[in-house]
């Protein structure tokens, strides 16, 4: 299974972008997706997931702004991020959870947010 993120650039302060994720073959039906990010000199965090049931995840920092989305017949899920801030300039990982292959991640997207 590959991930392919899509989506990222560079955004003026209060903005919005929106960034895409598609698994490539068959995953479990049981499955988490989501993303994290991971800005210059910090650790990597979780943004937003969301379970192949539909119970949704945020971090507090990005609450009332983001909103995570999937498609599981594309098993796709998707981030739409509004009211963008510079401190949520970061590169933003797609992230595939299973029980019978653990972690997977997409490359990493660029999200500047910046006048």
């Known amino acids: 299974v590959q991930l392919q993120a899509s989506g990222g650039g560079l955004v003026q302060p209060g903005g919005s972008l929106r960034l895409s994720c598609a698994a490539s073959g068959s995953i479990s039906s049981i499955n988490i997706m989501g993303w994290y990010r991971q800005a210059p000199g910090k650790q990597r965090e979780s943004v937003a997931q969301v379970t192949s049931g539909g119970t949704t995840n945020y971090a507090d920092s990005v609450k009332g702004r983001f909103t995570i989305s999937r498609d599981n017949a594309k098993n796709a899920v998707s981030l739409q991020m509004n009211s963008l801030k510079p401190e949520d300039t970061a590169v933003y990982y797609c992230?595939?959870?299973?029980?019978?292959?653990?972690?997977?991640w997409g490359q990493g997207t660029l999200v500047t947010v910046s006048s």
């Open positions: 992230r595939l959870w299973t029980a019978a292959r653990g972690i997977q």
